[in-house]
Structure formats: C-alpha cells, structure tokens
C-alpha cells in the first residue's frame, strides 16, 4: 500500500465516522463526548462531528502508515488543517445553499464527501512533503487543543446566532432554550 492508496480509504473512512459522531453523544451522553461530539442539530455542533471524525481516523490512519512503512512528515500540522480545511470548505459551500433552499439530506451528505476528498489531497500534499517541521507540528498540537477547548466552551455557552441554534429542538448549546 501506498499514500494514495491509504488517502482513498481516509475519503470513504472519515465520511463514515461522521455518522457514528453524529450519534456518539445520544448514545452515551456525557460532558467528554459533548466536547467532541454533536450534541443537538445545530450547524456549529456539526463542526465538531467533521473534526472529531479527522481526529478518531488520525489515529488509525498512523497506524497503516507505520504498519505498511509508508514514509511521512508533518503527521500533526496535517491533522489540523485536515480539521480547517474540511469545516472550512464545509462552511464555504453548504452555508450559501443552506440559508438559499434549507435544508437537504442528500445534498448535505455529497457537500461532506467533496470537502473531504478536497481536505485529503490537501493532506496527501502535507504529508509528502520533504521536510518535516517540528515547530508546525508543536503549533498544531497546541491549536488543536485549543480547537476542542473553544468547542467545549461553547458547546456549554453558544452565542447567540442562526449558526448555534438547533431547529429541532429549538435550543443552542446543550442547556440553553429558547426564549419567547
């Protein structure tokens, strides 16, 4: 097996772990998995699902890389802009047909898969590279961290926006409601 090969399992792999993100928290609620994981409908609580899937399926893919001797530099500045790169492509063209037609199952799910092949050539690229840097790779890991502190923050005190509320269940965050 080589890089590309593995990045073409990571595309099917992470699209597949944001669906069991997306239930981890109803399944077995509790504060650690509401940093991670989903814990309403909200677009924000979303963001969290597209990261935590990078991050779970980082650890597996180290695993093959070392299993299978593939050679790779920048492991943890990959797993973060793996993690920018893919909310943010979410965001850049889900948002605009969102707040235009609402909505749509289908559509979402074919925007989360071309953000994700897009976020894997981007890490295809990162990990191939020919130098690997150990100051990004201490920036990221300390970035990353405060990535799931801000997530946690608020996930427990969401601002106030289209962006944190939840439809559903008309609430933002875990705790707040609605008010009338």
Known sequence: MNLKKLKIISIISIFLLNFLCHFLYDLLPNTLFSIFFPVNESIFEHMKMIASS????????????????????????????????????????????????????????????????????????????????????????????????????LTYNPIISPFFFDPMSEKYGINTFLIN
Do not use: H, Q, W
């Open 54 to 153: 990078i991050l779970i399926y980082s650890i597996i893919e180290y695993i093959l890389l070392k299993k299978f001797n593939i050679k790779f530099n920048n492991y943890i500045f990959n797993i973060f802009i793996s993690i920018v790169s893919n909310i943010t492509i979410f965001l850049l063209i889900y948002l605009p047909i969102y707040y235009s037609i609402g909505e749509n199952m289908i559509v979402t799910f074919i925007l989360l898969f071309i953000s994700i092949i897009v976020t894997e050539i981007i890490s295809y690229k990162i990990l191939s590279m020919k130098r690997n840097y150990n100051f990004l790779n201490i920036v990221s890991m300390i970035m990353i961290i405060i990535t799931y502190i801000i997530f946690a923050y």
